[in-house]
């Protein structure tokens, strides 16, 4: 659908990430799914762009940062991102 990028940080057990995981799964988006307690790097961008927290799920797209985002905006920065 597009080449642009979507970074999803995630973590086990988190159930609002399962519930984004399932249509991301099926959009068609290229999408890097990256799981913050395997990472302590991506565990501290998410905290750069979280107040603080480890609030997942946090999406990037481009240099977009949505914390616990919808299906629909993540589509529309997809969107943007390509135009």
Excluded: H, Q
């Amino acid at each position: 659908m597009s080449d642009v990028e979507v970074e999803f940080y995630w973590r086990p057990g988190c159930g609002f990430c399962a519930a984004l995981e399932r249509p991301l799964s099926k959009s068609g988006f290229n999408v890097k799914r990256v799981n913050i307690w395997e990472d302590p790097a991506a565990a501290a961008r998410v905290r750069s762009v979280a107040d603080g927290n480890e609030v997942v799920p946090t999406v990037f797209v481009g240099s977009k940062a949505m914390v616990n985002p919808s299906f629909a905006e993540i589509e529309a920065a997809v969107k943007a991102a390509s135009a």
